[in-house]
């Protein structure tokens, strides 16, 4: 089968590529959780870094407020560190860093390996259906939060499995399916508990299809086990909001004003039009979408359907949410999940778009925005994303410029001359030429022309690449990252081999239909 191969191929390829960034902000306090959970079968933390609303205290004890999925899907990182610390001249700092990326490799991964078995579903050529999924891994925000332990991981994998399971069991409900639909209906809730918006949708669209095909008996044969399984999933939930705060129904997550109390059209601006955060300019992928969507509205009705409620809903909770820029972050972080689902709405449109004419320019145009989309997430991969708002912050206190948009940390979404794809590339140059004269061709000076001492961003500049952790600092290892450099490699060549190679069964099929 071609989906494992793919996905072994991602995992290696996205370790291979992956930061030298150990987990920060949010993700720190899921990973020291999870630290906790391993070593001591608790789930309390003893961090005091970070902002108030990523704890909450009962009963002299200190908890992050997010959802025990997250502090579970990181397991299999933190394991992996323990095993790799056993082995002797290995140094402890550059290990527990590069071990951190392992689970969101391996589960961005898994959604693009899910990603290949749905365009299959719809039809797509074995080709096309590889080609989609690289796309997605290497050319959209995929690719930068699979190397990076925040949560995008987790709800992208869970998200992506949820639908696929729903549209199979659109096709054809059986019992098991239904109960598996169930297990991804409750793993996706405990990865963000807002995300039991989606449930309805889900139950729509599977009653819906199997009452036009006169099949309702059989979902509603699978319903007490889907209870069941849900139920069980909805228990670990509320045992977890009680454990952390005394309530079932709180998970301790507090914000100022209210955790959805953002202006809607200002998100959704922000989130799709906005220069500083934009989908289409941190996915550029996503342009074929506009271009597709009809096709698929044509072909699939209900199915597109179904697609197209799952990404408004997201969009409209996460406009609304506070934070919906997630700075310090690079690019729209929370609509990761829904980008797998709005690319495959570019199907199949797209094959069939290359076949008509020009077709030389079409393919070209496509490789031209695919090639620009790997351009920007090895932008982003490049330097660490949270120094440029950094940089952002340093200026705005010291010069008191006006130009800013006055939102929480929202100084680069809205104005071209602060947006971090402009101030990434600003850096960028500047590591590579060793100039660290940050303040002369700074991009916003056409608006803020007062200078701003940046010294201490240069100092804290740097490539954001696993190997480097290894050949610099006090105590280098090059013998250990050269092993496991060539280890890494030698598995994403094989596997990527293995993964492009047509199985046998197809030439025999194909040699067949030709005789």
């Given at each position: 089968?071609?989906?494992?191969?793919?996905?072994?191929f991602?995992?290696?390829?996205?370790?291979?590529?992956?930061?030298?960034?150990?987990?920060?902000?949010?993700?720190?306090?899921?990973?020291?959780?999870?630290?906790?959970?391993?070593?001591?079968?608790?789930?309390?933390?003893?961090l005091?870094?970070?902002?108030?609303?990523?704890?909450?205290?009962?009963?002299?004890?200190?908890?992050?407020?997010?959802?025990?999925?997250?502090?579970?899907?990181?397991?299999?990182?933190?394991?992996?560190?323990?095993?790799?610390?056993?082995?002797?001249?290995?140094?402890?700092?550059?290990?527990?860093?590069?071990?951190?990326?392992?689970?969101?490799?391996?589960?961005?991964?898994?959604?693009?390996?899910?990603?290949?078995?749905?365009?299959?579903?719809?039809?797509?050529?074995?080709?096309?259906?590889?080609?989609?999924?690289?796309?997605?891994?290497?050319?959209?925000?995929?690719?930068?939060?699979?190397?990076?332990?925040?949560?995008?991981?987790?709800?992208?994998?869970?998200?992506?499995?949820?639908?696929?399971?729903?549209?199979?069991?659109?096709?054809?409900?059986?019992?098991?399916?239904?109960?598996?639909?169930?297990?991804?209906?409750?793993?996706?809730?405990?990865?963000?508990l807002?995300?039991?918006?989606?449930?309805?949708?889900?139950?729509?669209?599977?009653?819906?299809?199997?009452?036009?095909r006169?099949?309702?008996?059989?979902?509603?044969?699978?319903?007490p086990l889907?209870?069941?399984?849900?139920?069980?999933?909805?228990?670990?939930?509320?045992?977890?909001?009680?454990?952390k705060?005394?309530?079932?129904?709180?998970?301790g997550?507090?914000?100022?004003?209210?955790v959805?109390?953002?202006?809607?059209?200002?998100?959704?601006?922000?989130?799709?039009?906005?220069?500083?955060?934009s989908?289409?300019?941190?996915?550029?992928?996503?342009?074929?979408?506009?271009?597709?969507?009809?096709?698929?509205?044509?072909?699939?009705?209900?199915?597109t359907?179904?697609?197209?409620?799952?990404?408004?809903?997201?969009?409209?909770?996460?406009?609304?949410?506070?934070?919906?820029?997630?700075?310090?972050?690079?690019?729209?972080?929370?609509?990761?999940?829904?980008?797998?689902?709005?690319?495959?709405?570019?199907?199949?449109?797209?094959?069939?778009?290359?076949?008509?004419?020009?077709?030389?320019?079409r393919?070209?145009?496509?490789?031209?925005?695919?090639?620009?989309?790997?351009?920007?997430?090895?932008?982003?991969?490049?330097?660490?994303?949270?120094?440029?708002?950094?940089?952002?912050?340093?200026?705005?206190?010291?010069?008191?410029?006006?130009?800013?948009?006055?939102?929480?940390?929202?100084?680069?979404?809205?104005?071209?001359?602060?947006?971090?794809l402009?101030?990434?590339?600003?850096?960028?140059?500047?590591?590579?030429?060793?100039?660290?004269?940050?303040?002369?061709?700074?991009?916003?000076?056409?608006?803020?022309?007062q200078?701003?001492?940046?010294?201490?961003?240069?100092?804290?500049?740097?490539?954001?690449?696993?190997?480097?952790?290894?050949?610099t600092?006090?105590?280098?290892?090059?013998?250990?990252?050269?092993?496991?450099?060539?280890?890494?490699?030698?598995?994403?060549?094989?596997?990527?081999?293995?993964?492009?190679?047509?199985?046998?069964?197809?030439?025999?099929?194909?040699?067949?239909?030709?005789?």
């Amino acid at each position: 089968m071609t989906a494992p191969r793919i996905f072994a191929f991602l995992f290696f390829a996205f370790m291979l590529l992956t930061s030298r960034e150990p987990p920060w902000a949010d993700a720190h306090v899921v990973y020291d959780t999870t630290q906790n959970f391993v070593d001591h079968a608790a789930l309390d933390v003893h961090l005091e870094s970070g902002p108030p609303w990523f704890y909450v205290h009962r009963d002299g004890k200190k908890y992050g407020v997010f959802p025990l999925g997250n502090v579970v899907a990181m397991v299999p990182s933190y394991l992996s560190y323990k095993l790799l610390a056993k082995i002797p001249g290995l140094p402890d700092k550059p290990i527990f860093a590069f071990a951190a990326h392992v689970a969101p490799s391996l589960m961005m991964a898994a959604a693009c390996a899910l990603f290949f078995v749905m365009m299959r579903r719809r039809g797509a050529t074995r080709g096309w259906a590889t080609g989609g999924a690289m796309i997605l891994a290497f050319s959209t925000l995929v690719f930068v939060y699979a190397r990076s332990p925040y949560s995008e991981a987790l709800q992208t994998l869970v998200l992506v499995w949820l639908v696929e399971r729903t549209l199979a069991m659109g096709d054809r409900p059986t019992t098991a399916g239904i109960g598996w639909l169930a297990v991804a209906a409750g793993v996706l809730v405990n990865s963000k508990l807002v995300n039991v918006l989606f449930l309805p949708l889900v139950a729509w669209y599977v009653i819906d299809r199997a009452r036009r095909r006169g099949e309702l008996d059989r979902v509603w044969r699978a319903l007490p086990l889907a209870i069941i399984v849900f139920g069980e999933f909805m228990a670990v939930a509320l045992w977890h909001n009680h454990l952390k705060t005394g309530s079932f129904v709180d998970s301790g997550y507090q914000i100022k004003n209210g955790v959805f109390s953002g202006d809607l059209f200002a998100g959704l601006y922000g989130l799709l039009l906005s220069t500083g955060k934009s989908a289409f300019l941190y996915s550029p992928p996503l342009l074929l979408v506009l271009l597709g969507v009809r096709t698929a509205w044509d072909r699939r009705r209900a199915e597109t359907l179904f697609l197209l409620g799952i990404i408004a809903i997201s969009l409209l909770f996460n406009a609304k949410f506070r934070h919906w820029h997630a700075d310090y972050c690079w690019g729209p972080r929370h609509l990761t999940a829904v980008t797998p689902l709005a690319l495959l709405l570019a199907f199949p449109w797209l094959p069939e778009a290359l076949q008509r004419g020009r077709a030389r320019l079409r393919t070209f145009a496509l490789g031209a925005l695919v090639t620009v989309g790997v351009g920007v997430q090895l932008l982003g991969a490049s330097i660490y994303w949270d120094h440029y708002i950094r940089v952002l912050i340093a200026v705005k206190d010291q010069t008191g410029a006006w130009a800013w948009y006055q939102e929480h940390l929202s100084h680069g979404h809205y104005l071209p001359a602060f947006s971090p794809l402009r101030g990434q590339w600003w850096l960028l140059r500047h590591l590579v030429r060793d100039d660290p004269d940050l303040d002369r061709d700074a991009p916003w000076k056409s608006l803020v022309p007062q200078p701003a001492n940046m010294s201490e961003a240069w100092n804290r500049t740097r490539i954001d690449w696993w190997l480097l952790e290894f050949t610099t600092g006090d105590a280098p290892r090059p013998k250990v990252a050269l092993a496991i450099f060539l280890l890494l490699a030698a598995a994403t060549t094989a596997t990527g081999v293995a993964a492009l190679r047509r199985p046998r069964r197809d030439e025999e099929r194909q040699a067949l239909a030709r005789a």
